[in-house]
């Protein structure tokens, strides 16, 4: 009876040849999406001469006054780039937010075409709207300051996730605004007091994606912001390429150093990020 036990248990042991295959791919598609962060990493640890010589392996000595001359050049960018996308996420999160409740909570004259014409947008393709916004941003004065930035991520991402937002609440028991109602409180305190909350994970997931956004955005900052002084962190990077000239590995030291912060946030986000998509999966 014992030989039966071990034996079974030897056998359900033993992977099936379903399990190896996919596991096998995983580890394939990973390596391959891995391997130019690889590159990257290595490439800017070298000089011209060694990645001439050897560009896919790494070579000694590492280089790595390539990241001191790119941070210095970079770091003002930095700091340009940071206050854009937390502007962006204030004033994104917090109209998404708004909005989401109100078309889901609220009654009032022409929301379901509001609704409509505010999900319609979502079909425009991004660049027809560039000229316009341009010209509407050039007649306010917004150009060269924080707002061009800011108002143009609130506009495009409007539409998806005030939808998302809206059909989160949706989902929700009326039975808890309707207890607040009761109570007193009124729509600002209900939004405040129990949407908000509700809508942590959905928030946090909408915020990295604004700053996703916000920093790889390269078009509109490079037309909107022509003061050197105010250029974002993709404008600063395509400036240091051509400064750089044949310096390669202080110009991919650049790429890495503008990367870094996401990975960072990523990271420090990772479980909010992974329970607003589980969430958004469930309630959409």
Known sequence: ??????????????????NVLKNTYLIIIIAIMLFPLYLMIVGSLKNLEQMLDDFFSPSLPLHLENYVKAFEYVSPYFVNTLVYAALSCVLTVGAAALGGYAFSALRFPMRRILFVLLFAKMFLPGVMSLVPSFVL???????????????????????????????????????????????????????????????????????????????????????????????????GIFKLSTAAGLDYGMMIAGYALAALPLLIAFFLSMRSFMSGLTAGAIKL
């Open 137 to 235: 941003a050039s007649s306010l004065g917004l150009l060269n300051t924080p707002f061009v930035i800011a108002l143009f991520c609130m506009g495009t991402s409007q539409p998806f996730w005030v939808f998302v937002m809206k059909t989160f609440v949706d989902q929700q028991p009326r039975e808890l605004f309707d207890s607040m109602r009761m109570d007193g409180a009124g729509e600002l305190r209900i939004f405040w007091s129990l949407v908000l909350p509700l809508l942590r994970p959905m928030i946090a997931l909408m915020s990295l994606n604004v700053l996703l956004f916000v920093w790889n955005d390269f078009i509109w900052p490079l037309v909107t912001l022509t003061d050197p002084d105010k250029r974002t962190i993709t404008v």
């Open 1 to 18: 009876m014992a030989e039966t036990l071990s034996m079974r248990r030897g056998r359900r042991r033993q992977p099936s040849p379903a």
